[in-house]
């Protein structure tokens, strides 16, 4: 068993054990989640940190239950959709109409299908229409010769929802005090910003002193001082991969977006290769890999990161795979050369059946990591053969620019089972 964490600038640490050491199960499996890459402020990590472990756990309980990885996938996210310190499902930011429209989308690594949904309103857990989609795209074509859809959006993806039994709830539900208060505080400094502008504008025109604008900029920079306090609302997709007993991958994410966005605006969490990614092994693949986004949209969106990152987990050193591919794929990336500041994080995991001399004995090697360019990312982690989940706040190293660093983290951990 090994555990590392390290970073682009060289720190290396340790960090706990991914394997509780206990005599080996007659089920595997490994999950590891995120609750967002962005900024986590200390007042708020027991917080995330007990979300991880709650979404691990319930993945754990699916696997050794005998689910399948995209069974277990769809539970860990339920349980951070549903948690109010997340943005997705409950407390998802608010759009600049004050709605809530969720993206979210999974992969089964098994058979490659993948569902979607996005700029969703007014469904709970929008993971949950995405899985749906999945399973029936599964099922073959529909009446006349169709073709089932693997994404839908807006109002048909809710309608198509409740005609698949998944309850409708109100948005004004969804909505907590976290993120009803960040929406009235982030209108307000739009607010005082356009008024500022206008002033700005007026100026130039010689219509006011070039004193005029000074009290509405006054106010902007007073809203400053507790930017630090509510910088947290400001998180990103949340996420989660897992690979199952029989070595099957899958994963899934799930975001409210960005905060204030327009409506009908849909990020990576919803699209093919953006948000998630989820492949067994084949010939040409020699590990399985699983990966999960979170970050900025539409820089996400411009890089394809996560099928990006599944393609590289296929070189001999995954950490140096990662590594290059978060410098060169997304921060370095031609597709940004425009952006000075490149936002993002990923969760990734490969893994493969070791040969063992013994011909009762199963094992998998799974390498699991984590990266981002965010200022902290927070991640849990949990083997079915371990007793409880182990979380960690990845933060970037000291004297590290956000957008334009990054660390990158992990460990390695070798699950085994006897054969009846």
């Known amino acids: 068993m090994e555990n590392t964490l390290n970073s682009a600038e060289g720190r290396q640490d340790s960090l706990p054990p991914a394997n509780s050491g206990s005599p080996p199960h007659n089920y595997l499996g490994f999950v590891l989640v995120h609750a ?14 007990h979300v991880c472990k709650r979404a691990c756990q319930k993945a754990v309980d699916r696997l050794k239950a005998g689910a399948q990885a995209v069974e277990a996938v769809t539970a860990a996210l339920i349980e951070l959709e549903d948690s109010p310190f997340t943005n997705a499902g409950m407390g998802s930011n608010l759009n600049l109409l004050g ?9 089964d690594g098994k058979t490659l299908h993948y569902g979607a949904v996005g700029a969703l309103s007014g469904i709970k857990n929008p993971v949950l229409v995405a899985r749906t989609l999945l399973s029936e795209a599964q099922k073959g074509k529909l009446s006349a010769g169709r073709i089932p859809p693997c994404f839908l959006v807006g ?17 004004e539900k969804m909505a907590t005090k976290f993120s009803m208060s960040a929406y009235k505080r982030n209108k307000r400094k739009m607010e005082l910003a356009e008024k500022v502008e206008t002033e700005r504008c007026q100026v130039k025109r010689g219509r006011h002193s070039n ?19 509510n910088h947290s609302a400001c998180l990103d997709t949340v996420g989660v991969i897992v690979v199952d007993q029989e070595g099957n991958v899958a994963a899934a994410v799930s975001s409210g977006g960005l905060a204030m966005k327009h409506p009908g605006r849909v990020g990576q969490a919803a699209l093919f ?21 979170s970050g900025c949209g539409e820089h996400l969106m411009r890089t394809m990161l996560a099928r990006e990152c599944s393609s590289a987990l296929q070189a001999e050193d995954a950490h140096q795979a990662l590594l290059e591919t978060m ?37 998998l090697l799974v390498e699991f990591l984590w990266s981002h360019t965010t200022e902290s990312m927070c991640v849990g982690y949990m083997s079915a053969q371990d007793s409880k989940a182990k979380t960690h706040i990845s933060r970037l190293p000291p004297g590290a620019v956000a957008g334009q660093s990054l660390a990158i ?11 009846d």
């Open 211 to 229: 004193d005029s604008d000074l009290g509405s900029l006054g106010e902007v920079k007073g809203m400053v001082a507790d930017e630090e306090e």
């Open 409 to 419: 983290e992990g460990g390695v951990c070798r699950l085994g089972s006897k054969s």
């Open 273 to 293: 290769g953006c948000g998630c990614w989820a492949q067994n092994s084949c010939n040409a693949n020699p590990y399985s890999t699983a990966v999960s986004t």
């Open 36 to 49: 967002g890459a962005g900024y986590h402020s200390e007042s708020k990590a027991k917080e995330y940190k």
């Open 327 to 363: 410098q060169n794929k997304f921060i370095s990336s031609s597709f940004l050369a425009g952006e000075d500041c490149v936002l993002g994080g990923v969760i990734v995991l490969r893994c493969c059946r070791c040969v063992e001399t013994s011909p009762d004995i199963q094992e």
């Open 155 to 171: 109002k048909g993806a809710q309608q198509w929802a409740e005609s698949h039994g998944i309850p409708p709830c109100p948005s």
């Open 99 to 107: 709605e809530i429209e969720c993206d979210a989308s999974i992969m």
